[in-house]
Protein backbone atom coordinates (compact mmCIF):
# COMPACT_ATOMS: atom_id res chain seq x y z
CA UNK A 1 0.00 0.00 0.00
CA UNK A 2 1.39 3.39 -1.00
CA UNK A 3 2.23 6.18 1.69
CA UNK A 4 0.07 9.29 1.59
CA UNK A 5 0.26 12.88 3.59
CA UNK A 6 -3.08 13.39 5.22
CA UNK A 7 -3.52 17.62 5.06
CA UNK A 8 -6.51 18.96 6.89
CA UNK A 9 -7.79 22.99 5.56
CA UNK A 10 -6.01 21.65 2.22
CA UNK A 11 -9.12 23.88 0.28
CA UNK A 12 -7.33 27.31 1.52
CA UNK A 13 -4.76 29.89 2.49
CA UNK A 14 -1.69 27.99 4.67
CA UNK A 15 -3.08 24.32 3.68
CA UNK A 16 -3.37 24.79 0.15
CA UNK A 17 -0.13 26.57 0.66
CA UNK A 18 0.88 23.72 1.97
CA UNK A 19 -0.09 21.33 0.12
CA UNK A 20 1.10 22.57 -2.90
CA UNK A 21 4.83 22.17 -1.95
CA UNK A 22 4.66 18.85 -0.37
CA UNK A 23 3.36 17.89 -3.35
CA UNK A 24 6.77 18.00 -5.23
CA UNK A 25 7.41 14.81 -2.87
CA UNK A 26 4.68 13.01 -1.78
CA UNK A 27 1.28 11.70 -2.23
CA UNK A 28 -1.47 13.49 -0.57
CA UNK A 29 -5.03 13.27 0.85
CA UNK A 30 -6.25 16.49 1.03
CA UNK A 31 -9.52 17.90 3.06
CA UNK A 32 -11.55 20.59 2.72
CA UNK A 33 -15.35 21.42 2.46
CA UNK A 34 -15.42 23.35 -0.68
CA UNK A 35 -14.99 20.70 -3.38
CA UNK A 36 -14.67 23.51 -5.74
CA UNK A 37 -11.34 24.77 -4.09
CA UNK A 38 -10.35 21.29 -3.33
CA UNK A 39 -10.58 20.69 -6.88
CA UNK A 40 -8.70 23.32 -7.75
CA UNK A 41 -5.99 22.93 -5.22
CA UNK A 42 -5.82 19.20 -6.51
CA UNK A 43 -5.12 20.82 -9.86
CA UNK A 44 -2.25 22.76 -8.36
CA UNK A 45 -0.50 19.46 -6.76
CA UNK A 46 -0.84 17.38 -10.15
CA UNK A 47 1.97 18.81 -11.77
CA UNK A 48 4.53 16.77 -10.10
CA UNK A 49 3.06 13.44 -11.21
CA UNK A 50 2.19 11.78 -7.10
CA UNK A 51 -1.26 10.55 -6.05
CA UNK A 52 -3.45 13.09 -5.14
CA UNK A 53 -7.14 11.91 -3.38
CA UNK A 54 -9.72 14.18 -2.08
CA UNK A 55 -11.54 13.69 1.54
CA UNK A 56 -14.24 16.71 1.75
CA UNK A 57 -15.66 16.62 4.82
CA UNK A 58 -17.60 19.37 7.34
CA UNK A 59 -15.83 18.71 11.12
CA UNK A 60 -19.10 19.79 12.60
CA UNK A 61 -20.37 16.31 12.00
CA UNK A 62 -17.77 15.42 14.09
CA UNK A 63 -19.76 11.92 15.82
CA UNK A 64 -19.30 10.31 11.93
CA UNK A 65 -16.04 11.31 11.53
CA UNK A 66 -14.02 8.22 12.81
CA UNK A 67 -16.18 5.80 10.93
CA UNK A 68 -16.64 7.64 7.54
CA UNK A 69 -12.90 8.28 7.32
CA UNK A 70 -12.34 3.99 8.00
CA UNK A 71 -14.13 3.84 5.52
CA UNK A 72 -12.69 6.28 3.27
CA UNK A 73 -9.20 4.78 3.68
CA UNK A 74 -10.19 0.93 3.26
CA UNK A 75 -12.21 1.68 0.34
CA UNK A 76 -9.69 3.47 -1.31
CA UNK A 77 -6.41 1.02 0.68
CA UNK A 78 -4.58 4.28 1.75
CA UNK A 79 -2.32 4.10 4.64
CA UNK A 80 -1.40 7.40 6.02
CA UNK A 81 2.10 8.29 7.38
CA UNK A 82 2.14 11.86 7.60
CA UNK A 83 -0.61 14.25 9.00
CA UNK A 84 -1.11 17.57 9.31
CA UNK A 85 -3.90 19.36 10.58
CA UNK A 86 -4.66 22.82 9.49
CA UNK A 87 -8.39 23.43 9.50
CA UNK A 88 -9.73 25.90 11.44
CA UNK A 89 -13.02 28.08 11.98
CA UNK A 90 -13.05 31.50 14.21
CA UNK A 91 -15.95 33.00 15.79
CA UNK A 92 -15.32 36.81 16.58
CA UNK A 93 -17.52 37.94 18.94
CA UNK A 94 -17.13 40.11 22.73
CA UNK A 95 -18.21 37.10 25.25
CA UNK A 96 -21.13 38.11 26.28
CA UNK A 97 -22.24 37.65 22.65
CA UNK A 98 -20.63 34.40 22.10
CA UNK A 99 -23.42 31.27 21.82
CA UNK A 100 -22.35 28.05 23.59
CA UNK A 101 -23.96 26.34 20.11
CA UNK A 102 -21.16 28.42 18.02
CA UNK A 103 -18.18 27.49 20.68
CA UNK A 104 -18.76 23.63 20.41
CA UNK A 105 -18.71 24.51 16.26
CA UNK A 106 -15.42 26.08 16.71
CA UNK A 107 -13.91 23.47 19.70
CA UNK A 108 -14.95 20.33 17.09
CA UNK A 109 -13.81 21.87 13.95
CA UNK A 110 -10.01 23.06 15.46
CA UNK A 111 -9.47 20.75 18.24
CA UNK A 112 -11.64 17.49 18.31
CA UNK A 113 -11.28 16.82 14.86
CA UNK A 114 -7.94 16.64 15.05
CA UNK A 115 -8.43 14.01 17.95
CA UNK A 116 -10.83 12.11 16.12
CA UNK A 117 -9.20 11.68 12.83
CA UNK A 118 -5.05 11.08 14.82
CA UNK A 119 -7.37 8.01 17.06
CA UNK A 120 -8.78 6.72 13.30
CA UNK A 121 -4.94 6.93 12.26
CA UNK A 122 -3.78 4.88 15.01
CA UNK A 123 -5.92 1.84 14.68
CA UNK A 124 -3.72 -0.98 13.36
CA UNK A 125 -6.64 -2.63 11.38
CA UNK A 126 -7.36 1.16 9.66
CA UNK A 127 -3.65 2.15 9.40
CA UNK A 128 -1.43 -0.58 10.14
CA UNK A 129 1.84 0.99 11.45
CA UNK A 130 1.85 3.73 8.93
CA UNK A 131 1.28 6.90 10.84
CA UNK A 132 4.92 8.30 11.96
CA UNK A 133 4.55 12.04 12.10
CA UNK A 134 1.74 14.77 13.09
CA UNK A 135 1.68 18.53 12.59
CA UNK A 136 -1.00 20.13 14.30
CA UNK A 137 -1.58 24.31 13.63
CA UNK A 138 -1.98 26.28 16.72
CA UNK A 139 -1.75 30.19 17.27
CA UNK A 140 -0.45 33.36 18.92
CA UNK A 141 -3.73 33.14 20.76
CA UNK A 142 -2.42 30.96 23.74
CA UNK A 143 0.38 32.94 25.16
CA UNK A 144 -0.19 36.83 24.13
CA UNK A 145 -4.44 36.70 24.46
CA UNK A 146 -6.37 37.96 21.18
CA UNK A 147 -9.75 39.58 22.48
CA UNK A 148 -12.83 38.70 21.25
CA UNK A 149 -12.17 34.98 20.06
CA UNK A 150 -12.64 33.39 23.17
CA UNK A 151 -13.58 29.93 21.67
CA UNK A 152 -10.94 30.21 18.98
CA UNK A 153 -8.09 30.93 21.41
CA UNK A 154 -9.04 28.35 23.69
CA UNK A 155 -9.24 25.55 20.93
CA UNK A 156 -5.81 26.41 19.81
CA UNK A 157 -4.69 26.35 23.62
CA UNK A 158 -6.37 22.75 23.81
CA UNK A 159 -4.29 21.75 20.57
CA UNK A 160 -0.61 23.22 22.02
CA UNK A 161 -1.43 21.21 25.03
CA UNK A 162 -2.42 17.92 22.66
CA UNK A 163 1.01 18.48 21.04
CA UNK A 164 2.93 18.11 24.10
CA UNK A 165 0.43 15.21 25.61
CA UNK A 166 0.83 13.25 22.33
CA UNK A 167 4.49 14.05 22.23
CA UNK A 168 4.79 12.14 25.44
CA UNK A 169 2.40 9.40 25.11
CA UNK A 170 3.25 8.42 21.09
CA UNK A 171 7.16 8.40 20.94
CA UNK A 172 9.00 7.09 19.59
CA UNK A 173 6.71 5.96 16.96
CA UNK A 174 5.15 9.53 16.31
CA UNK A 175 6.83 12.75 16.04
CA UNK A 176 4.20 15.52 17.15
CA UNK A 177 4.37 18.88 16.85
CA UNK A 178 2.85 22.14 16.64
CA UNK A 179 3.37 25.26 13.90
CA UNK A 180 1.81 28.37 15.18
CA UNK A 181 1.80 31.06 12.66
CA UNK A 182 1.04 34.53 12.87
CA UNK A 183 -1.20 36.70 10.82
CA UNK A 184 -1.30 35.48 7.43
CA UNK A 185 -3.87 37.29 5.51
CA UNK A 186 -6.26 34.38 4.66
CA UNK A 187 -9.64 33.77 3.88
CA UNK A 188 -10.92 32.91 7.80
CA UNK A 189 -9.21 37.03 8.08
CA UNK A 190 -12.16 38.04 5.78
CA UNK A 191 -14.13 39.71 7.91
CA UNK A 192 -15.13 43.10 7.95
CA UNK A 193 -13.94 43.13 11.75
CA UNK A 194 -10.52 42.25 10.89
CA UNK A 195 -10.47 45.62 8.44
CA UNK A 196 -9.27 43.98 5.19
CA UNK A 197 -7.39 46.95 3.70
CA UNK A 198 -4.45 46.44 6.90
CA UNK A 199 -1.57 45.55 5.38
CA UNK A 200 -0.84 42.52 7.69
CA UNK A 201 2.75 42.04 6.20
CA UNK A 202 3.94 44.63 8.24
CA UNK A 203 2.61 43.59 11.59
CA UNK A 204 5.93 41.62 12.09
CA UNK A 205 9.76 41.98 13.27
CA UNK A 206 10.80 40.20 10.01
CA UNK A 207 9.02 40.86 6.38
CA UNK A 208 6.88 37.60 5.31
CA UNK A 209 6.67 36.01 2.68
CA UNK A 210 3.19 34.22 2.75
CA UNK A 211 1.77 30.82 3.36
CA UNK A 212 4.58 29.44 2.14
CA UNK A 213 6.51 30.59 5.50
CA UNK A 214 4.44 28.24 6.99
CA UNK A 215 4.41 25.50 4.56
CA UNK A 216 8.30 25.01 4.43
CA UNK A 217 7.94 25.40 8.34
CA UNK A 218 5.79 22.10 7.75
CA UNK A 219 8.42 20.32 5.70
CA UNK A 220 10.97 20.58 8.00
CA UNK A 221 9.35 19.04 10.81
CA UNK A 222 8.53 16.30 8.75
CA UNK A 223 12.19 15.94 7.06
CA UNK A 224 14.63 13.45 8.74
CA UNK A 225 16.24 17.10 9.46
CA UNK A 226 14.06 17.36 12.58
CA UNK A 227 14.30 13.62 13.39
CA UNK A 228 15.13 14.65 17.18
CA UNK A 229 12.54 17.44 17.76
CA UNK A 230 9.21 16.42 18.94
CA UNK A 231 6.53 17.74 21.31
CA UNK A 232 7.57 21.56 20.03
CA UNK A 233 5.54 24.72 19.66
CA UNK A 234 7.22 26.21 16.39
CA UNK A 235 6.05 30.20 16.59
CA UNK A 236 6.23 31.14 12.60
CA UNK A 237 5.43 34.63 13.34
CA UNK A 238 8.49 36.50 12.29
CA UNK A 239 8.51 38.12 15.54
CA UNK A 240 4.71 39.52 15.43
CA UNK A 241 4.02 38.10 19.33
CA UNK A 242 6.76 40.58 20.68
CA UNK A 243 4.68 43.09 19.30
CA UNK A 244 1.68 42.09 20.93
CA UNK A 245 -0.35 40.49 17.67
CA UNK A 246 -2.15 42.58 15.30
CA UNK A 247 -5.35 41.27 15.83
CA UNK A 248 -7.13 43.04 18.88
N1 LIG B 1 -4.34 33.10 8.90
C1 LIG B 1 -3.87 33.37 10.11
O1 LIG B 1 -3.55 34.52 10.45
C2 LIG B 1 -3.72 32.26 11.12
C3 LIG B 1 -3.01 32.52 12.30
C4 LIG B 1 -2.87 31.50 13.24
C5 LIG B 1 -3.42 30.27 12.99
N2 LIG B 1 -4.10 30.05 11.84
C6 LIG B 1 -4.68 28.72 11.62
O2 LIG B 1 -4.23 28.20 10.39
C7 LIG B 1 -5.20 27.24 9.94
C8 LIG B 1 -5.47 27.51 8.47
O3 LIG B 1 -6.14 28.77 8.37
P1 LIG B 1 -5.97 29.72 7.12
O4 LIG B 1 -5.36 30.96 7.61
O5 LIG B 1 -5.34 29.01 6.00
O6 LIG B 1 -7.51 30.04 6.84
P2 LIG B 1 -8.47 29.60 5.65
O7 LIG B 1 -7.90 30.02 4.36
O8 LIG B 1 -9.80 30.13 6.05
O9 LIG B 1 -8.49 28.00 5.70
C9 LIG B 1 -9.28 27.32 6.66
C10 LIG B 1 -9.44 25.88 6.23
O10 LIG B 1 -10.25 25.21 7.23
C11 LIG B 1 -11.34 24.58 6.59
N3 LIG B 1 -12.56 24.59 7.41
C12 LIG B 1 -13.20 25.67 7.92
N4 LIG B 1 -14.34 25.28 8.53
C13 LIG B 1 -14.40 23.92 8.38
C14 LIG B 1 -15.35 22.94 8.76
N5 LIG B 1 -16.50 23.24 9.41
N6 LIG B 1 -15.11 21.64 8.46
C15 LIG B 1 -13.98 21.31 7.77
N7 LIG B 1 -13.05 22.20 7.39
C16 LIG B 1 -13.27 23.49 7.67
C17 LIG B 1 -11.60 25.40 5.34
O11 LIG B 1 -12.31 24.59 4.42
P3 LIG B 1 -13.31 25.24 3.32
O12 LIG B 1 -12.71 26.54 2.92
O13 LIG B 1 -13.30 24.22 2.24
O14 LIG B 1 -14.62 25.40 4.01
C18 LIG B 1 -10.18 25.74 4.91
O15 LIG B 1 -9.63 24.68 4.16
C19 LIG B 1 -6.42 27.40 10.85
O16 LIG B 1 -6.44 26.37 11.80
C20 LIG B 1 -6.18 28.73 11.52
O17 LIG B 1 -6.79 28.79 12.78
C21 LIG B 1 -4.27 31.01 10.89
Not at 110 to 120: H, M, P, Q, V
Not at 155 to 161: C, E, F, Q, R
Not at 183 to 202: A, G, V, Y
Amino acid sequence: MESYTFITGASSGIGQGTAKLLSETRNLLLHGRDLERLEETRRQCAAHGHNVQLFPYDFQEISTLRDDLTAFLTEKGIRVGEFLHFAGMTEVLPISKTKYSVGLKVMNVNYFSATEIISTLLKKRVNGDALHNIVLIGSMAPVIGIACQPHYGSSKGAIHTLTLSLARELAPAVRVNCISPGTFNTRILQTPFFSPDKDWKSISLIPCSGVEDVAKAARFLLSEDSHYITGQILFVDGGERFLGGGLP
